[in-house]
RNA sequence: GCGGGUGUAGCUCAGUGGUAGAGCGUCACGUUGCCAACGUGAAUGUCGACGGUUCGAGCCCGUUCACCCGCUCCA
Protein backbone atom coordinates (compact mmCIF):
# COMPACT_ATOMS: atom_id res chain seq x y z
CA UNK A 1 0.00 0.00 0.00
CA UNK A 2 1.51 3.32 -1.15
CA UNK A 3 -0.32 4.58 2.27
CA UNK A 4 2.00 2.64 4.50
CA UNK A 5 4.57 5.74 4.05
CA UNK A 6 1.96 8.51 4.23
CA UNK A 7 2.20 10.77 7.08
CA UNK A 8 -0.70 9.68 9.85
CA UNK A 9 -3.45 11.70 10.37
CA UNK A 10 -4.05 13.33 13.45
CA UNK A 11 -7.57 13.34 14.87
CA UNK A 12 -7.27 17.06 16.74
CA UNK A 13 -5.45 18.02 13.06
CA UNK A 14 -8.96 16.93 11.57
CA UNK A 15 -10.86 19.00 14.18
CA UNK A 16 -8.87 21.97 13.73
CA UNK A 17 -9.44 21.80 10.17
CA UNK A 18 -13.42 21.11 9.99
CA UNK A 19 -13.29 24.42 12.51
CA UNK A 20 -11.34 26.40 10.15
CA UNK A 21 -12.77 25.68 6.93
CA UNK A 22 -16.59 25.41 8.48
CA UNK A 23 -16.92 21.57 8.46
CA UNK A 24 -17.80 20.79 11.91
CA UNK A 25 -18.33 23.87 15.19
CA UNK A 26 -18.96 22.60 19.18
CA UNK A 27 -22.47 22.88 19.28
CA UNK A 28 -23.17 25.96 22.07
CA UNK A 29 -19.91 26.99 21.85
CA UNK A 30 -19.76 30.70 22.74
CA UNK A 31 -21.94 29.03 25.96
CA UNK A 32 -18.86 26.64 26.59
CA UNK A 33 -20.43 24.32 24.42
CA UNK A 34 -22.74 21.09 25.43
CA UNK A 35 -21.09 17.56 26.34
CA UNK A 36 -21.70 15.31 22.99
CA UNK A 37 -23.52 17.56 20.25
CA UNK A 38 -21.86 19.57 17.75
CA UNK A 39 -23.34 21.48 14.86
CA UNK A 40 -22.28 21.20 10.97
CA UNK A 41 -20.89 24.49 9.34
CA UNK A 42 -21.66 25.70 5.44
CA UNK A 43 -19.68 22.63 4.34
CA UNK A 44 -19.80 19.80 6.45
CA UNK A 45 -23.60 20.07 6.07
CA UNK A 46 -23.22 19.91 2.12
CA UNK A 47 -20.90 17.85 2.81
CA UNK A 48 -23.26 15.69 4.77
CA UNK A 49 -26.38 16.82 2.62
CA UNK A 50 -24.07 14.69 -0.59
CA UNK A 51 -23.77 11.62 1.76
CA UNK A 52 -27.67 11.41 2.92
CA UNK A 53 -28.84 12.13 -0.59
CA UNK A 54 -26.25 9.29 -2.61
CA UNK A 55 -27.82 7.26 -0.02
CA UNK A 56 -31.39 8.04 -0.51
CA UNK A 57 -30.71 7.96 -4.45
CA UNK A 58 -28.99 4.80 -4.31
CA UNK A 59 -31.16 3.13 -2.35
CA UNK A 60 -34.63 4.74 -3.28
CA UNK A 61 -34.56 5.93 -6.38
CA UNK A 62 -32.05 3.51 -7.91
CA UNK A 63 -31.56 0.09 -5.68
CA UNK A 64 -29.31 -2.08 -6.41
CA UNK A 65 -30.74 -5.26 -8.91
CA UNK A 66 -30.88 -8.11 -6.83
CA UNK A 67 -29.60 -11.30 -6.68
CA UNK A 68 -31.74 -12.51 -9.69
CA UNK A 69 -31.20 -9.27 -11.75
CA UNK A 70 -34.40 -8.04 -10.98
CA UNK A 71 -34.95 -3.85 -9.35
CA UNK A 72 -35.53 -3.97 -5.99
CA UNK A 73 -38.22 -1.96 -4.52
CA UNK A 74 -37.98 0.30 -1.68
CA UNK A 75 -39.68 3.51 -0.87
CA UNK A 76 -39.11 6.18 1.55
CA UNK A 77 -40.54 7.07 4.55
CA UNK A 78 -40.33 10.50 7.09
CA UNK A 79 -41.65 9.22 10.91
CA UNK A 80 -41.98 11.41 13.99
CA UNK A 81 -38.97 11.60 16.00
CA UNK A 82 -41.55 11.84 19.20
CA UNK A 83 -44.25 8.52 19.29
CA UNK A 84 -46.13 7.25 21.46
CA UNK A 85 -43.78 5.91 24.44
CA UNK A 86 -45.98 2.70 23.88
CA UNK A 87 -43.64 1.96 21.31
CA UNK A 88 -40.56 1.89 23.39
CA UNK A 89 -41.90 -0.52 25.71
CA UNK A 90 -42.84 -3.07 23.37
CA UNK A 91 -39.79 -2.39 20.63
CA UNK A 92 -37.41 -3.30 24.16
CA UNK A 93 -36.07 -0.02 24.03
CA UNK A 94 -37.45 1.05 27.71
CA UNK A 95 -36.22 -2.05 29.59
CA UNK A 96 -33.03 -3.11 27.47
CA UNK A 97 -32.05 0.45 27.12
CA UNK A 98 -31.05 0.78 30.89
CA UNK A 99 -28.12 -0.35 32.13
CA UNK A 100 -27.72 -0.40 36.50
CA UNK A 101 -24.11 0.51 36.87
CA UNK A 102 -22.43 -0.08 40.16
CA UNK A 103 -19.04 1.59 40.99
CA UNK A 104 -16.10 0.25 43.47
CA UNK A 105 -15.20 3.20 45.81
CA UNK A 106 -12.00 1.39 46.82
CA UNK A 107 -10.38 1.25 43.01
CA UNK A 108 -12.99 3.33 40.80
CA UNK A 109 -13.43 -0.02 38.91
CA UNK A 110 -17.44 -0.17 37.26
CA UNK A 111 -19.59 -3.42 36.90
CA UNK A 112 -22.90 -3.74 35.09
CA UNK A 113 -24.89 -4.51 38.44
CA UNK A 114 -26.72 -7.33 36.35
CA UNK A 115 -23.86 -8.91 35.63
CA UNK A 116 -22.08 -8.90 39.15
CA UNK A 117 -22.75 -11.78 40.98
CA UNK A 118 -22.02 -13.56 44.66
CA UNK A 119 -21.78 -17.08 44.72
CA UNK A 120 -22.31 -18.40 48.82
CA UNK A 121 -19.72 -21.42 49.83
CA UNK A 122 -20.75 -23.07 52.90
CA UNK A 123 -18.18 -25.12 54.88
CA UNK A 124 -19.94 -28.26 56.68
CA UNK A 125 -16.79 -29.38 58.75
CA UNK A 126 -15.99 -26.03 60.43
CA UNK A 127 -17.91 -26.27 64.33
CA UNK A 128 -20.00 -23.58 65.49
CA UNK A 129 -20.03 -21.04 66.58
CA UNK A 130 -17.25 -20.13 63.45
CA UNK A 131 -19.45 -21.80 61.01
CA UNK A 132 -19.91 -18.85 58.28
CA UNK A 133 -20.80 -18.84 54.46
CA UNK A 134 -18.22 -17.28 52.34
CA UNK A 135 -19.40 -15.06 48.87
CA UNK A 136 -17.41 -15.52 45.82
CA UNK A 137 -18.16 -12.57 44.11
CA UNK A 138 -17.32 -12.01 40.18
CA UNK A 139 -19.09 -10.87 36.99
CA UNK A 140 -20.78 -13.88 34.69
CA UNK A 141 -22.06 -17.10 35.52
CA UNK A 142 -21.71 -18.99 38.59
CA UNK A 143 -19.10 -21.42 37.19
CA UNK A 144 -16.82 -18.68 35.75
CA UNK A 145 -17.35 -16.65 38.70
CA UNK A 146 -15.55 -20.02 40.43
CA UNK A 147 -13.44 -20.44 37.84
CA UNK A 148 -11.93 -17.22 38.10
CA UNK A 149 -11.83 -17.02 41.82
CA UNK A 150 -9.86 -20.89 42.18
CA UNK A 151 -7.26 -19.69 43.90
CA UNK A 152 -8.71 -17.99 46.89
CA UNK A 153 -11.20 -21.09 47.21
CA UNK A 154 -8.42 -23.34 47.36
CA UNK A 155 -6.99 -21.36 50.39
CA UNK A 156 -10.55 -21.47 51.99
CA UNK A 157 -10.68 -24.80 51.52
CA UNK A 158 -7.33 -25.52 52.97
CA UNK A 159 -8.65 -23.60 56.29
CA UNK A 160 -12.08 -24.68 56.56
CA UNK A 161 -12.34 -28.21 54.77
CA UNK A 162 -14.05 -29.34 51.77
CA UNK A 163 -17.10 -27.08 50.88
CA UNK A 164 -20.69 -26.86 49.79
CA UNK A 165 -22.38 -24.83 47.26
CA UNK A 166 -25.67 -22.59 47.79
CA UNK A 167 -27.66 -23.55 44.89
CA UNK A 168 -28.63 -20.24 43.95
CA UNK A 169 -26.75 -16.82 43.81
CA UNK A 170 -26.94 -13.46 44.31
CA UNK A 171 -27.47 -10.42 41.65
CA UNK A 172 -25.59 -7.21 42.72
CA UNK A 173 -28.67 -5.49 41.49
CA UNK A 174 -31.34 -7.26 43.50
CA UNK A 175 -29.89 -6.95 46.59
CA UNK A 176 -30.53 -4.52 49.25
CA UNK A 177 -27.72 -2.29 51.45
CA UNK A 178 -27.03 -5.30 53.63
CA UNK A 179 -26.76 -7.63 50.85
CA UNK A 180 -24.59 -5.64 49.24
CA UNK A 181 -22.58 -4.45 52.04
CA UNK A 182 -21.53 -8.97 51.96
CA UNK A 183 -19.92 -7.99 47.96
CA UNK A 184 -16.54 -7.14 47.44
CA UNK A 185 -14.90 -5.70 43.98
CA UNK A 186 -13.79 -8.35 41.97
CA UNK A 187 -11.33 -6.25 40.92
CA UNK A 188 -9.18 -5.03 43.63
CA UNK A 189 -11.20 -7.38 46.21
CA UNK A 190 -12.16 -4.92 48.61
CA UNK A 191 -15.87 -5.77 50.59
CA UNK A 192 -18.10 -3.32 50.67
CA UNK A 193 -17.34 -0.62 48.60
CA UNK A 194 -19.48 -1.03 45.75
CA UNK A 195 -22.08 1.54 45.70
CA UNK A 196 -25.90 1.08 44.79
CA UNK A 197 -26.63 0.32 41.24
CA UNK A 198 -27.53 3.76 39.40
CA UNK A 199 -29.60 3.06 36.04
CA UNK A 200 -27.99 4.95 33.24
CA UNK A 201 -31.28 5.98 30.89
CA UNK A 202 -29.80 5.96 27.68
CA UNK A 203 -32.98 7.64 26.18
CA UNK A 204 -33.60 11.12 26.10
CA UNK A 205 -36.91 11.57 28.17
CA UNK A 206 -39.20 14.86 27.41
CA UNK A 207 -43.11 15.29 28.00
CA UNK A 208 -45.69 16.21 25.55
CA UNK A 209 -48.28 18.64 26.37
CA UNK A 210 -48.18 21.68 28.95
CA UNK A 211 -48.65 19.24 32.18
CA UNK A 212 -45.42 17.47 33.21
CA UNK A 213 -46.70 14.31 34.71
CA UNK A 214 -45.77 10.98 34.12
CA UNK A 215 -48.61 10.25 31.91
CA UNK A 216 -46.96 12.88 29.46
CA UNK A 217 -43.56 11.31 29.40
CA UNK A 218 -42.12 10.51 26.43
CA UNK A 219 -39.10 10.11 24.46
CA UNK A 220 -36.69 10.86 22.04
CA UNK A 221 -36.72 8.26 18.87
CA UNK A 222 -32.88 6.11 19.79
CA UNK A 223 -33.14 4.84 16.44
CA UNK A 224 -35.45 5.51 13.10
CA UNK A 225 -36.38 2.09 12.46
CA UNK A 226 -38.76 1.78 14.82
CA UNK A 227 -41.03 4.57 12.65
CA UNK A 228 -40.57 2.08 10.25
CA UNK A 229 -42.09 -0.62 11.73
CA UNK A 230 -45.41 1.48 13.04
CA UNK A 231 -46.16 2.76 9.70
CA UNK A 232 -45.63 -0.87 7.90
CA UNK A 233 -49.08 -1.95 7.82
CA UNK A 234 -49.61 1.84 6.43
CA UNK A 235 -47.26 1.37 3.41
CA UNK A 236 -48.34 -1.82 2.59
CA UNK A 237 -51.84 -0.76 2.30
CA UNK A 238 -51.24 2.34 -0.15
CA UNK A 239 -47.79 2.12 -1.93
CA UNK A 240 -48.78 -1.13 -3.51
CA UNK A 241 -45.83 -3.22 -2.34
CA UNK A 242 -45.20 -7.26 -2.14
CA UNK A 243 -42.52 -8.74 -0.39
CA UNK A 244 -39.23 -8.27 -0.54
CA UNK A 245 -39.43 -4.50 -0.55
CA UNK A 246 -38.06 -2.08 1.69
CA UNK A 247 -38.50 0.93 3.71
CA UNK A 248 -35.78 3.69 4.03
CA UNK A 249 -35.54 6.80 6.71
CA UNK A 250 -33.42 9.05 7.47
CA UNK A 251 -33.37 11.32 10.37
CA UNK A 252 -32.32 12.45 13.73
CA UNK A 253 -31.75 9.88 16.91
CA UNK A 254 -30.51 10.37 20.25
CA UNK A 255 -28.71 8.43 22.80
CA UNK A 256 -27.69 9.68 26.04
CA UNK A 257 -24.54 8.46 25.57
CA UNK A 258 -22.64 7.48 29.26
CA UNK A 259 -19.60 9.01 27.55
CA UNK A 260 -19.88 11.02 23.74
CA UNK A 261 -16.25 10.67 22.20
CA UNK A 262 -14.19 11.18 19.30
CA UNK A 263 -15.55 14.07 17.66
CA UNK A 264 -18.54 13.48 16.11
CA UNK A 265 -18.35 9.86 16.46
CA UNK A 266 -20.38 8.77 19.42
CA UNK A 267 -22.73 11.95 19.91
CA UNK A 268 -25.49 12.30 21.73
CA UNK A 269 -27.86 13.53 19.27
CA UNK A 270 -27.14 11.91 15.33
CA UNK A 271 -28.04 11.09 12.05
CA UNK A 272 -29.07 7.55 11.00
CA UNK A 273 -29.60 6.08 7.53
CA UNK A 274 -31.78 2.98 7.93
CA UNK A 275 -33.53 0.39 5.47
CA UNK A 276 -35.55 -2.19 6.55
CA UNK A 277 -35.79 -4.84 4.37
CA UNK A 278 -39.00 -7.42 4.67
CA UNK A 279 -38.65 -10.99 3.11
CA UNK A 280 -39.83 -14.42 3.73
CA UNK A 281 -38.46 -15.77 6.60
CA UNK A 282 -36.88 -18.46 4.47
CA UNK A 283 -34.88 -15.39 2.66
CA UNK A 284 -33.60 -14.00 5.49
CA UNK A 285 -30.10 -15.56 5.24
CA UNK A 286 -30.04 -15.04 1.25
CA UNK A 287 -31.11 -11.32 1.98
CA UNK A 288 -28.78 -10.64 5.09
CA UNK A 289 -25.63 -11.78 2.54
CA UNK A 290 -26.91 -9.72 -0.04
CA UNK A 291 -26.82 -6.33 1.60
CA UNK A 292 -23.51 -7.00 3.54
CA UNK A 293 -22.45 -7.26 0.32
CA UNK A 294 -24.38 -3.82 -1.05
CA UNK A 295 -23.36 -1.99 1.63
CA UNK A 296 -19.68 -2.55 1.59
CA UNK A 297 -19.64 -1.79 -1.44
CA UNK A 298 -21.45 1.35 -1.78
CA UNK A 299 -19.22 2.72 0.86
CA UNK A 300 -16.46 2.14 -0.89
CA UNK A 301 -17.70 3.82 -3.90
CA UNK A 302 -18.16 7.03 -1.53
CA UNK A 303 -14.63 7.17 -1.46
CA UNK A 304 -13.45 5.15 1.60
CA UNK A 305 -10.10 3.15 0.68
CA UNK A 306 -10.96 -0.66 0.98
CA UNK A 307 -8.05 -0.82 2.98
CA UNK A 308 -9.79 0.82 5.47
CA UNK A 309 -13.00 -1.16 5.46
CA UNK A 310 -14.60 -4.27 6.89
CA UNK A 311 -16.94 -6.58 7.84
CA UNK A 312 -16.93 -7.83 11.44
CA UNK A 313 -19.81 -10.18 12.58
CA UNK A 314 -21.19 -10.01 16.30
CA UNK A 315 -19.71 -12.44 18.22
CA UNK A 316 -23.37 -14.35 20.42
CA UNK A 317 -22.93 -12.42 23.24
CA UNK A 318 -23.02 -8.85 21.49
CA UNK A 319 -25.99 -8.96 19.53
CA UNK A 320 -28.93 -6.72 19.97
CA UNK A 321 -32.27 -7.89 21.85
CA UNK A 322 -33.85 -8.13 18.52
CA UNK A 323 -31.39 -9.68 16.66
CA UNK A 324 -31.00 -13.00 18.74
CA UNK A 325 -31.84 -15.87 16.88
CA UNK A 326 -31.96 -14.73 13.43
CA UNK A 327 -28.40 -14.77 11.13
CA UNK A 328 -26.90 -12.66 13.42
CA UNK A 329 -25.29 -9.29 12.58
CA UNK A 330 -22.38 -7.89 10.86
CA UNK A 331 -20.93 -3.94 11.42
CA UNK A 332 -19.35 -2.61 8.36
CA UNK A 333 -16.16 -1.28 10.10
CA UNK A 334 -14.23 1.77 9.27
CA UNK A 335 -10.35 2.56 10.67
CA UNK A 336 -10.72 5.60 11.83
CA UNK A 337 -7.16 7.42 13.39
CA UNK A 338 -8.46 7.15 16.79
CA UNK A 339 -9.19 3.48 16.31
CA UNK A 340 -6.56 2.65 14.08
CA UNK A 341 -4.79 -0.06 13.58
CA UNK A 342 -8.47 -0.90 15.00
CA UNK A 343 -11.77 -0.31 13.47
CA UNK A 344 -14.82 0.94 14.76
CA UNK A 345 -18.72 0.73 13.68
CA UNK A 346 -19.95 2.67 10.53
CA UNK A 347 -23.10 0.65 9.98
CA UNK A 348 -24.96 -2.35 10.94
CA UNK A 349 -26.54 -5.11 9.41
CA UNK A 350 -29.28 -6.67 11.48
CA UNK A 351 -31.35 -10.08 10.73
CA UNK A 352 -34.32 -8.86 13.44
CA UNK A 353 -36.37 -11.93 12.36
CA UNK A 354 -40.38 -10.47 12.91
CA UNK A 355 -38.88 -9.35 16.55
CA UNK A 356 -40.29 -6.19 16.21
CA UNK A 357 -43.06 -6.50 13.82
CA UNK A 358 -44.24 -9.72 16.64
CA UNK A 359 -43.75 -7.14 19.64
CA UNK A 360 -46.15 -4.29 17.83
CA UNK A 361 -48.23 -6.82 16.61
CA UNK A 362 -48.81 -8.24 20.33
CA UNK A 363 -48.88 -4.97 21.77
CA UNK A 364 -50.60 -2.61 19.79
CA UNK A 365 -53.30 -5.69 19.46
CA UNK A 366 -53.10 -5.00 15.31
CA UNK A 367 -52.82 -7.55 13.08
CA UNK A 368 -49.49 -6.95 10.83
CA UNK A 369 -49.38 -10.28 9.29
CA UNK A 370 -48.28 -10.04 5.54
CA UNK A 371 -50.95 -12.53 3.11
CA UNK A 372 -48.59 -14.18 0.79
CA UNK A 373 -50.41 -15.23 -2.56
CA UNK A 374 -47.97 -16.91 -4.25
CA UNK A 375 -47.40 -19.50 -1.22
CA UNK A 376 -50.66 -19.30 0.32
CA UNK A 377 -49.45 -18.16 3.15
CA UNK A 378 -50.19 -15.76 6.06
CA UNK A 379 -47.20 -14.80 8.04
CA UNK A 380 -45.06 -12.21 9.63
CA UNK A 381 -42.33 -11.25 7.44
CA UNK A 382 -38.42 -11.55 8.80
CA UNK A 383 -36.52 -7.93 8.46
CA UNK A 384 -32.98 -7.43 7.19
CA UNK A 385 -31.72 -4.33 8.65
CA UNK A 386 -28.70 -1.95 7.03
CA UNK A 387 -28.46 0.73 9.55
CA UNK A 388 -25.87 3.22 9.04
CA UNK A 389 -24.74 6.42 10.57
CA UNK A 390 -24.97 9.19 8.76
CA UNK A 391 -22.91 11.30 11.71
CA UNK A 392 -20.29 8.41 11.71
CA UNK A 393 -20.30 8.59 7.72
CA UNK A 394 -19.58 11.81 7.30
CA UNK A 395 -16.59 11.79 9.92
CA UNK A 396 -15.20 8.71 7.98
CA UNK A 397 -15.57 10.75 4.71
CA UNK A 398 -13.69 13.50 6.55
CA UNK A 399 -10.80 11.36 7.70
CA UNK A 400 -10.30 9.39 4.50
CA UNK A 401 -10.10 12.63 2.24
CA UNK A 402 -7.81 14.23 4.81
CA UNK A 403 -4.44 14.05 3.13
CA UNK A 404 -1.49 15.54 4.69
CA UNK A 405 0.83 17.02 1.69
CA UNK A 406 4.02 18.80 3.02
CA UNK A 407 4.38 19.85 -0.56
CA UNK A 408 1.67 22.31 -1.16
CA UNK A 409 1.47 25.45 0.07
CA UNK A 410 -2.24 24.51 2.73
CA UNK A 411 0.30 21.64 3.86
CA UNK A 412 -3.05 19.38 3.82
CA UNK A 413 -5.73 18.73 1.04
CA UNK A 414 -9.82 17.10 1.43
CA UNK A 415 -9.30 13.97 -1.21
CA UNK A 416 -13.38 14.02 -1.41
CA UNK A 417 -14.84 12.12 -3.93
CA UNK A 418 -15.98 14.57 -6.64
CA UNK A 419 -19.75 14.04 -6.41
CA UNK A 420 -19.16 14.45 -1.91
CA UNK A 421 -17.39 17.43 -2.33
CA UNK A 422 -19.04 20.36 -0.60
CA UNK A 423 -17.65 22.72 -3.51
CA UNK A 424 -17.55 21.15 -6.56
CA UNK A 425 -16.15 23.61 -8.50
CA UNK A 426 -14.09 27.06 -8.04
CA UNK A 427 -13.84 29.85 -10.56
CA UNK A 428 -11.01 32.25 -10.86
CA UNK A 429 -10.26 34.91 -12.65
CA UNK A 430 -6.15 34.62 -12.68
CA UNK A 431 -6.03 38.69 -12.12
CA UNK A 432 -8.86 40.82 -11.42
CA UNK A 433 -8.36 43.10 -14.64
CA UNK A 434 -8.37 42.81 -17.96
CA UNK A 435 -12.07 41.51 -18.27
CA UNK A 436 -11.13 38.63 -16.62
CA UNK A 437 -13.48 39.19 -14.23
CA UNK A 438 -16.41 39.48 -15.86
CA UNK A 439 -15.40 36.60 -17.92
CA UNK A 440 -15.33 34.42 -14.54
CA UNK A 441 -18.54 35.68 -13.54
CA UNK A 442 -20.23 34.29 -16.58
CA UNK A 443 -18.99 30.89 -16.40
CA UNK A 444 -19.89 31.07 -12.44
CA UNK A 445 -23.10 32.13 -12.82
CA UNK A 446 -23.64 29.44 -15.86
CA UNK A 447 -22.25 26.41 -13.27
CA UNK A 448 -23.80 27.41 -10.47
CA UNK A 449 -27.65 26.37 -11.87
CA UNK A 450 -25.72 22.66 -10.95
CA UNK A 451 -22.97 22.40 -9.20
CA UNK A 452 -21.79 23.75 -5.76
CA UNK A 453 -20.01 26.38 -6.99
CA UNK A 454 -17.88 29.32 -5.66
CA UNK A 455 -15.94 32.60 -7.34
CA UNK A 456 -13.41 33.87 -5.69
CA UNK A 457 -11.39 37.36 -7.43
CA UNK A 458 -9.57 38.07 -4.55
CA UNK A 459 -5.94 37.51 -3.61
CA UNK A 460 -3.46 35.66 -5.27
CA UNK A 461 -4.33 32.52 -7.11
CA UNK A 462 -2.07 30.50 -5.17
CA UNK A 463 -4.10 31.91 -2.09
CA UNK A 464 -7.05 30.62 -3.75
CA UNK A 465 -5.85 27.38 -4.85
CA UNK A 466 -5.11 26.60 -1.23
CA UNK A 467 -8.01 27.58 0.29
CA UNK A 468 -9.82 25.50 -2.13
CA UNK A 469 -7.26 22.42 -1.29
CA UNK A 470 -8.60 22.47 2.39
CA UNK A 471 -12.36 22.86 1.19
CA UNK A 472 -11.97 19.85 -1.18
CA UNK A 473 -12.71 21.12 -4.09
CA UNK A 474 -11.89 18.94 -6.93
CA UNK A 475 -12.02 21.31 -9.69
CA UNK A 476 -10.65 24.87 -10.14
CA UNK A 477 -11.45 26.73 -13.70
CA UNK A 478 -9.29 29.91 -14.13
CA UNK A 479 -9.92 32.54 -16.69
CA UNK A 480 -6.58 34.40 -18.21
CA UNK A 481 -5.37 35.98 -20.53
CA UNK A 482 -5.60 33.19 -23.05
CA UNK A 483 -9.05 33.12 -22.60
CA UNK A 484 -9.80 35.99 -23.67
CA UNK A 485 -8.43 35.16 -27.45
CA UNK A 486 -9.35 31.99 -27.71
CA UNK A 487 -11.99 31.14 -25.18
CA UNK A 488 -10.05 28.49 -23.09
CA UNK A 489 -9.83 27.97 -18.92
CA UNK A 490 -7.40 25.78 -16.72
CA UNK A 491 -8.84 23.34 -15.41
CA UNK A 492 -6.62 22.65 -11.87
CA UNK A 493 -7.06 19.51 -10.20
CA UNK A 494 -6.73 19.29 -6.50
CA UNK A 495 -5.20 15.57 -6.31
CA UNK A 496 -2.17 16.26 -8.54
CA UNK A 497 -2.19 20.06 -8.78
CA UNK A 498 -1.94 19.54 -12.11
CA UNK A 499 -3.49 21.77 -14.92
CA UNK A 500 -5.08 20.92 -18.87
CA UNK A 501 -6.64 23.73 -20.55
CA UNK A 502 -10.62 22.87 -22.25
CA UNK A 503 -12.65 24.93 -23.59
CA UNK A 504 -15.16 27.36 -21.42
CA UNK A 505 -18.32 25.91 -23.49
CA UNK A 506 -16.84 22.24 -22.15
CA UNK A 507 -16.45 23.24 -18.83
CA UNK A 508 -20.17 21.76 -17.44
CA UNK A 509 -19.67 18.40 -19.54
CA UNK A 510 -16.47 18.11 -17.63
CA UNK A 511 -17.83 18.36 -14.31
CA UNK A 512 -20.93 16.14 -15.42
CA UNK A 513 -19.27 13.70 -16.32
CA UNK A 514 -16.62 13.11 -13.37
CA UNK A 515 -19.13 13.89 -10.34
CA UNK A 516 -21.76 11.42 -11.36
CA UNK A 517 -19.27 8.49 -10.98
C1' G B 1 -18.69 8.29 36.58
C1' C B 2 -12.97 7.68 37.76
C1' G B 3 -7.74 9.03 36.57
C1' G B 4 -4.32 12.01 33.51
C1' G B 5 -3.74 16.17 30.05
C1' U B 6 -5.34 20.72 27.65
C1' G B 7 -8.09 25.49 27.45
C1' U B 8 -4.75 32.89 25.66
C1' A B 9 -7.05 36.27 18.39
C1' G B 10 -10.28 32.36 13.06
C1' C B 11 -5.85 28.53 13.40
C1' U B 12 -1.01 27.13 15.78
C1' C B 13 1.07 28.72 20.06
C1' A B 14 4.52 32.07 23.43
C1' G B 15 3.69 34.57 27.82
C1' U B 16 6.19 31.84 36.25
C1' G B 17 2.27 37.99 39.98
C1' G B 18 3.04 44.35 37.38
C1' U B 19 0.19 47.95 30.23
C1' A B 20 -2.45 41.30 26.07
C1' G B 21 1.77 39.00 22.39
C1' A B 22 3.87 36.35 17.76
C1' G B 23 3.40 33.61 13.24
C1' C B 24 -0.16 32.22 9.88
C1' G B 25 -4.98 33.24 8.26
C1' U B 26 -8.96 37.16 7.44
C1' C B 27 -10.25 42.18 5.42
C1' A B 28 -8.88 46.85 2.46
C1' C B 29 -5.71 49.27 -1.13
C1' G B 30 -1.65 48.73 -4.41
C1' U B 31 1.17 45.29 -7.07
C1' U B 32 1.00 40.46 -9.26
C1' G B 33 -0.37 36.40 -15.91
C1' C B 34 -0.82 29.98 -12.25
C1' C B 35 0.08 27.64 -6.53
C1' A B 36 -0.94 30.64 1.09
C1' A B 37 4.37 35.88 -3.53
C1' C B 38 5.31 41.22 -2.23
C1' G B 39 4.26 46.24 -0.06
C1' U B 40 1.16 49.37 3.01
C1' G B 41 -2.75 49.52 6.28
C1' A B 42 -6.82 47.39 9.36
C1' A B 43 -10.02 44.42 12.38
C1' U B 44 -10.07 40.60 15.95
C1' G B 45 -9.56 38.66 22.79
C1' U B 46 -14.68 38.94 29.01
C1' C B 47 -6.79 34.92 28.59
C1' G B 48 -13.19 28.77 28.83
C1' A B 49 -16.69 30.35 33.15
C1' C B 50 -17.51 31.49 38.39
C1' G B 51 -15.41 32.44 43.06
C1' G B 52 -11.07 33.19 46.34
C1' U B 53 -5.91 34.96 47.75
C1' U B 54 -3.31 39.64 46.60
C1' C B 55 -2.20 46.67 46.38
C1' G B 56 -2.36 43.99 41.70
C1' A B 57 -4.14 37.38 38.72
C1' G B 58 -3.60 34.97 31.88
C1' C B 59 -0.11 33.20 35.80
C1' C B 60 -1.44 31.09 42.67
C1' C B 61 -5.91 28.38 45.16
C1' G B 62 -11.05 26.32 44.83
C1' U B 63 -15.26 25.10 41.91
C1' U B 64 -17.31 24.35 37.22
C1' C B 65 -17.70 23.69 31.77
C1' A B 66 -15.67 21.89 27.23
C1' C B 67 -12.13 19.03 24.43
C1' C B 68 -8.16 15.06 24.15
C1' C B 69 -6.02 10.27 26.20
C1' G B 70 -6.82 5.92 29.39
C1' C B 71 -10.55 3.08 32.25
C1' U B 72 -15.85 2.12 32.18
C1' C B 73 -19.88 1.97 28.79
C1' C B 74 -21.75 1.62 23.82
C1' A B 75 -29.27 -2.14 23.47
Known amino acids: MATATAPAKSMPQIVALCKRRGF????????????????????????????????????????????????LEIVGLDSSIIQNPRVWEASGHVSGFSDPMADCRACKARFRADDLIGVELIFPDVPEPNKRNFLICGVGTPEEVLETNTKKIQKLQGANGPYERLSSHHVFSELNEEGRAEFSCPNCGEKGHLTEPREFKLMFETYVGAVRDEESKTYLRPETAQGIFLNYKNVLDTMRVKLPFGIAQIGKAFRNEVTPRNFIYRSREFEQMEMEWFCRPADAPKWFAFWQERRLTWWRSMGLGAENLRVRPHGADELSHYARGGSGTVDIEYRFPFTDPDFAELEGIAHRTDFDLKAHQTQAGIKLEYFDQEHNARYL??????????????????????????????????????????IQAAVFPLVAKDGMPEVAGKLYRELRGRFTCRLDIKQSIGKRYARMDEAGTPYCFTVDGQTLSDQSVTVRHRDTAAQERIGIDHVTDFLAQRIKG
Open 381 to 422: PHVVEPAAGLTRGVLAVLCEAYTPDPARPSKVYMRFHPKLAP
Open 24 to 71: VFPASEIYGGINGFWDFGPLGTQLKNNLRDAWWRDMVHSPPSGPDGQP
